[in-house]
């Protein structure tokens, strides 16, 4: 059974730094694409990031380009996001999820529970 | 990018069926979508991934009264024999290259 725990969440000010994690289990995570996406309270699915299975390839949402960085560690089965510059509007739940990717589409098919991030003063 | 288009609610009645839309922009209607659902409180489930064929494959566990279809540039979401753990929030998902976008999806209510 696919197995994503995330942690790291918590309360942070405007312009500090979070960083997330996801520790994969019940499957061969290194042959996997990830994903973190977002829901802030009361909003829909916002996707936030994604990584290749090798983690050679790394794709950002305009909102976050620049201050966040996802990254893995494939002999550790975990995904990370590291988050900088935080903005009120980070406010989330941050949800890490498994990419299905073949030659023709590439969608999320397993999802974690979630780590809220809470930006305020 | 591709934007897709839900309604923001539906509802339909206990043991009935209701059909959910997803509308994809102009220029994509060879697009593969995923339908997601989300119960009050909960992460998001992975329902099903569904081709403009109409063709369409489930995740597991999700049971048969769940299904799905498409014409032109719509992405529909059927649900049969409406149960009261149907109410959720059901997202459409798709994929450009190098970002992915979800509708802003519908919120589903069984009277």
């Known amino acids: 059974e696919v197995q994503l725990l995330e942690s790291g969440g918590g309360l942070v000010q405007p312009g500090g730094s979070l960083r997330l994690s996801c520790a994969a289990s019940g499957f061969t995570f290194r042959s996997y694409a990830m994903s973190w996406v977002r829901q802030a309270p009361g909003k829909g699915l916002e996707w936030v990031s994604g990584?290749?299975?090798?983690?050679?390839?790394?794709y950002y949402a305009d909102a976050v380009k620049g201050r966040f960085t996802i990254s893995r560690d494939n002999s550790k089965n975990t995904l990370y996001l590291q988050m900088n510059s935080l903005r009120a509007e980070d406010t989330a739940v941050y949800y890490c999820?498994?990419?299905?990717?073949?030659?023709?589409?590439?969608?999320?098919?397993?999802w974690g529970q979630g780590t809220l991030v809470t930006v305020s003063s | 990018q591709p934007v897709l288009t839900q309604s923001s609610s539906a509802s339909a009645s206990l043991g009935s069926s209701v059909k959910l839309t997803c509308t994809l922009s102009?220029?994509?209607?060879?697009?593969?979508i995923a339908w997601h659902q989300q119960q009050p409180g909960k992460a998001p489930r992975f329902l099903m991934k569904?081709?403009?064929?109409?063709?369409?494959r489930k995740g597991s566990g999700i049971p048969d009264r769940f299904s799905g279809s498409s014409s032109g540039a719509d992405r529909y979401l059927t649900i049969s024999n409406l149960q009261s753990e149907d109410e959720a929030d059901y997202y459409c998902?798709?994929?450009?290259?190098?970002?992915?976008?979800f509708g802003g999806g519908t919120k589903l209510t069984v009277l």
């Open positions: 999820a498994t990419l299905y990717c073949s030659s023709s589409t590439c969608y999320h098919d397993n």
């Open positions: 569904l081709e403009p064929s109409g063709s369409y």
């Open positions: 990584i290749s299975d090798s983690g050679g390839r790394t």
């Open positions: 102009s220029g994509r209607s060879w697009d593969i």
């Open positions: 998902e798709t994929w450009d290259s190098k970002t992915w976008v």
